[in-house]
C-alpha cells in the first residue's frame, strides 16, 4: 500500500511540473533540505525539546521528502538540480553521511548534472548535536575538505575551476550555461572549537558574506564564460537582496553582506550586473519569493528565492530555459505521505505547526532577544516602574501569550508566497491589537500608565512614531512590493524571467563548418584545438562539438 501512495505522490508531483518542461533546458532548484538523520535524534525527550532552537520544519520528516523529490528527479530527468545549502539539520556527520548516499543516484546519473553549495548550517555549526533522550552531546560535523569529498563529484566536462578561498566553484553543463556557485558563508564569525556544550551556546548565526578576493574571483570567472558563449546565473544561499521594504531592519540575518559591511548588498548587486549576470537562485529565508533590482546603472538582476524542501510547506523549483527566458515554476508538495495514513502534507505540517507553537515562539524569540535587551534599557530612564520581562523566559512567554496564534498563521501564509493575494488588513489589525496587549501587560494593566509610557517613548527612542513604523513594517511584508523595483508585485510561484540575447565569441572569430566532421585542412596558423572555455583539447577521438581552432569557430 505504502508504495502505491508513493507512486501516486510522484506522479502527482510529475503532473505539477510538465507546464514547464519541454526540449529547453531544464533547470529544478531546491534548498534548505535540512536532513536530520535518525542517529542525530536517537530518543526524542527532555534534550531535544530544550536544545532544538530554530524555526518549525519537518526534521524527523526530511529524508523522506529528500527522497520524493530525488524519484522524482530520477523519473522526469532535468538536466540540471542545484541544490543551494543547509543540507543538513545542523552539520551533524551522520546527517551529511545520509544526503550523500542519498544523492549519490543523482551525482552518478548520465542524465542530471548535480550542483550542491553549503549554508550556513552545514559547517562548524555550534548546534549540532545528538540527543538521546535526557542527554545531548556534540557532534563534530565535517571539515570544508570533507564536504569537497561527498558532494562535489564532477565529470571533466563540466569544466569546474575553483575558488582558492572558499567552497565556490564555477561550472559549465552545457553550451548554454555556466553556474557560478558560490560558498555566500563567513566561516571565520563562528566562534567553535568543538568542545562546546549546549548551555555554552547563545548564537547559532553565520552570516553571509563576500569578500573582495572571492568577488573579483567571481568576477572573472563570469567574463570568461561570457566570453565563452554562455549566460551566466550564480547560486547561493544567503540571499541578495530585500524581497519586500524594511526586511533588513526585521529580519537582517537573511541577507548578505549587512549594511555596515566594507563591501555593501548594492555595491555586489552592481558589480555582479556589471559582470553579466542576470539571475541569482538562493535560498536560507525559507519563504518563497521572486523579485530584482535595477542598479543605480540600470541594470536589472533578478533573485529567484526558493523555500525550504523539508518547511511547513515544502517545496522546490523547476525551472526552463528556453528562447531569451527563464520560465519560473514553484512545485508545493502536497502528497508525500508522512505519516504513513496518506494524510495530505498541508495538513499535516499545518497540525505539526500549531501542536509546536510554544517552540516556534522559543525559536523566534531566540533570535530578537539580544536587540529586545538593549531596547528595555531605554525604559530605564522613566520615572515609573514597569513590569519588563528580565529573562527570556518571560520574553518567551509574553510573546507566547500575545503573538503565537497570529505568528502561526503569519507564517503559513509566508510560506509558499504570493502573501499580498491575500486581505492582511484584518491581520495587521489583529496584531497591533497583540501589541497594545502587552503593551498594558507591561504596565500592570494600567491604562493611564500605558498613555504616559506611550507618551514618553518617542523621547526615548530619538522621536520616532512607532505606531507608523509598526504598521509599516507588518504591511510591507504582506503587500508583498520592494521601492527599490517601483513597487511591481511580482508572482512568487510562476514567473517569466526575460534575459538578454547571450553573449556570442568575441568580435574577430567567425563561424566555419569542418569538412567531412574534421578539424583543420582549410584552416591555417595555430593547429591547437581549444573548447569555448579555452582550455586546450586531444584531436583525437573529438566528439560533436564547437571548439575554436586559429581563431575561428568550429562546429563539428
Request: net charge negative; with cysteine; aromatic share 8%.
Amino acid at each position: 500500500m505504502n508504495n502505491i501512495k508513493q507512486t501516486i505522490a510522484i506522479a502527482a508531483t510529475i503532473l505539477g511540473i510538465m507546464t514547464v518542461q519541454c526540449q529547453a533546458l531544464t533547470i529544478w532548484h531546491v534548498t534548505d533540505i535540512h536532513v536530520m538523520a535518525p542517529e542525530v535524534c536517537k530518543n526524542r525527550g527532555k534534550a531535544w525539546e530544550k536544545y532544538n532552537i530554530q524555526l518549525p520544519q519537518l526534521d524527523f520528516e526530511s529524508p523522506v521528502l529528500l527522497q520524493a523529490i530525488i524519484d522524482s528527479a530520477l523519473i522526469y530527468k532535468p538536466d540540471i538540480v542545484i541544490i543551494s545549502g543547509d543540507l543538513t539539520k545542523s552539520g551533524e556527520r551522520p546527517s551529511h553521511e545520509l544526503v550523500a548516499k542519498m544523492l549519490k543516484p543523482l551525482m552518478e546519473s548520465n542524465d542530471i548534472k548535480t550542483y550542491v553549495i553549503p549554508g550556513n548550517h552545514d559547517l562548524y555549526n555550534p548546534t549540532a548535536y545528538i540527543f538521546d533522550g535526557d542527554e545531548v552531546k556534540r557532534d563534530p560535523g565535517i571539515t570544508e575538505d570533507e564536504f569537497r569529498q561527498l558532494y562535489y563529484h564532477f565529470d571533466e566536462a563540466d569544466a569546474v575551476r575553483y575558488d582558492k578561498t572558499t567552497l565556490s566553484y564555477i561550472a559549465y553543463p552545457n553550451d548554454e550555461l555556466a553556474l557560478l556557485c558560490m560558498d555566500s558563508n563567513d566561516w571565520s564569525t563562528v566562534i567553535w572549537n568543538g568542545t562546546e556544550t549546549p548551555d555554552t551556546i547563545d548564537n547559532v548565526s553565520c552570516p553571509g558574506k563576500y569578500s573582495e578576493a572571492t568577488l573579483q574571483w567571481m568576477e572573472s570567472e563570469a567574463k570568461a564564460a561570457i566570453e565563452s558563449g554562455r549566460r551566466v546565473f550564480v547560486v547561493q544561499h544567503q540571499t541578495l537582496f530585500e524581497h519586500f521594504d524594511n526586511e533588513s531592519a526585521l529580519l537582517s540575518s537573511n541577507l548578505i553582506n549587512p549594511k555596515d559591511s566594507i563591501i555593501t548588498r548594492d555595491v555586489i548587486i552592481q558589480r555582479m550586473a556589471d559582470a553579466g549576470i542576470e539571475v541569482v537562485f538562493s535560498g536560507h529565508r525559507h519563504f518563497t519569493d521572486i523579485n530584482y533590482m535595477i542598479t543605480e546603472t540600470g541594470q536589472k538582476v533578478w533573485e529567484v528565492n526558493t523555500g525550504s524542501a523539508s518547511h511547513i510547506r515544502p517545496q522546490y523549483r523547476v525551472c526552463s530555459l528556453d528562447d531569451n527566458k527563464l520560465n519560473v515554476s514553484t512545485v508545493v508538495m502536497r502528497n508525500v505521505d508522512l505519516d504513513g495514513k496518506g494524510t495530505p502534507t498541508d495538513e499535516y505540517a499545518s497540525k505539526m505547526l500549531y501542536d509546536t507553537r510554544k517552540e516556534f515562539c522559543r525559536s523566534i524569540c531566540f533570535t530578537i532577544w539580544p536587540s529586545v535587551q538593549k531596547v528595555f534599557t531605554e525604559f530605564t530612564a522613566v520615572p515609573f516602574q514597569l513590569n519588563l520581562p528580565s529573562t527570556f523566559d518571560q520574553f518567551r512567554d509574553m510573546i507566547e501569550r500575545h503573538f503565537a496564534d497570529d505568528i502561526t498563521k503569519m507564517y503559513l501564509d509566508f510560506a509558499i508566497g504570493n502573501e499580498h493575494l491575500n486581505d492582511y488588513t484584518e491581520f495587521i489589525d489583529k496584531v497591533q491589537d497583540d501589541i497594545d496587549a502587552a503593551i498594558l501587560e507591561i504596565c500592570y494593566d494600567n491604562e493611564d500608565l500605558k498613555s504616559a509610557m506611550m507618551a514618553l517613548l518617542p523621547l526615548l527612542l530619538d522621536g520616532l512614531d512607532i505606531a507608523t513604523i509598526a504598521k509599516d513594517y507588518l504591511a510591507s511584508p504582506f503587500g508583498n512590493y520592494l521601492s527599490a523595483n517601483g513597487g511591481e508585485i511580482i508572482d512568487d510561484q510562476n514567473c517569466i524571467i526575460p534575459l538578454a540575447a547571450p553573449h556570442g565569441i568575441e568580435d574577430g572569430i567567425v563561424e566555419h563548418k569542418s569538412q567531412n566532421g574534421k578539424i583543420g585542412g582549410a584552416i591555417t596558423g595555430d593547429t591547437a584545438i581549444y573548447d569555448l572555455s579555452g582550455r586546450k583539447i586531444n584531436a583525437q577521438s573529438l566528439p560533436h562539438g564547437i571548439y575554436i581552432v586559429a581563431g575561428r569557430k568550429i562546429i563539428k
